[in-house]
């Protein structure tokens, strides 16, 4: 499920409220109605692909477990947040939800970059171009991913809870979140993320005009 998850854990710096809360929840929320959506159509295609190879059908059985673990990993962001009371950025597993929905996306895209490249009669310069942008989408991905956990490793349940405390007391001190103090000075991940968001949205652009026109 594709979501500004950068900015969600860049934001959960706080106790969880109403509008920390909110969002994880109805992001949960959506991810179990899609996990039941793809639930159904993976069903249907061990019905109705009978002829397809060995090697596409384990394809749609890895993307359909990897999307079981996505939506655990929601349900148990839920449970951290609002059970456990916790911010999701005091979790040791909040860079997961990165890379995990990074991994998932460039397997569906380098599938479409497949099916461009039959499309257009095998033509190399079709492909290549193709290939280096889902390759260097999925790097960034795994950089996002990575620099999430360094900034946001040593960040507290502890830290943010006294943290709050001082916001009680005296707001003016804003400036000092212990998670924003980590991520004020990550350019290059700021960069990262656009790359990651544009890049997307121009490979899904590019890889629907070929599949659906056929260019040639």
């Not at 039941?36 to 394809?59: N, P």
Request: charged share 15%.
């Amino acid at each position: 499920m594709i979501v500004p998850i950068v900015l969600e854990i860049m934001d959960a710096d706080t106790e969880p409220g109403a509008s920390t809360t909110g969002p994880i929840l109805l992001e949960a929320l959506l991810q179990t109605l899609c996990q039941g959506v793809l639930f159904a159509q993976a069903v249907r295609y061990w019905d109705s692909r009978i002829e397809d190879t060995l090697r596409l059908k384990a394809f749609v059985g890895t993307l359909v477990v990897l999307s079981m673990l996505q939506t655990a990993l929601e349900i148990y962001k839920v449970w951290f947040v609002t059970i456990l009371d916790h911010p999701w950025s005091a979790s040791p597993l909040k860079w997961t939800d990165i890379l995990l929905n990074g991994v998932i996306v460039v397997l569906c895209e380098t599938y479409l970059v497949r099916r461009c490249w039959m499309a257009t009669n095998k033509k190399m310069w079709i492909l290549i171009p193709l290939v280096a942008l889902t390759l260097s989408i999925f790097i960034v991905n795994v950089f996002l991913a990575i620099e999430v956990g360094k900034a946001t490793g040593d960040v507290t349940v502890e830290d943010v809870r006294r943290f709050s405390l001082i916001m009680d007391y005296a707001p003016q001190f804003e400036f000092m979140q212990p998670l924003r103090a980590r991520t004020r000075n990550m350019p290059s991940a700021k960069f990262a993320f656009s790359y990651w968001i544009f890049g997307s949205l121009a490979l899904d652009s590019i890889v629907t005009t070929i599949c659906k026109y056929g260019y040639a």
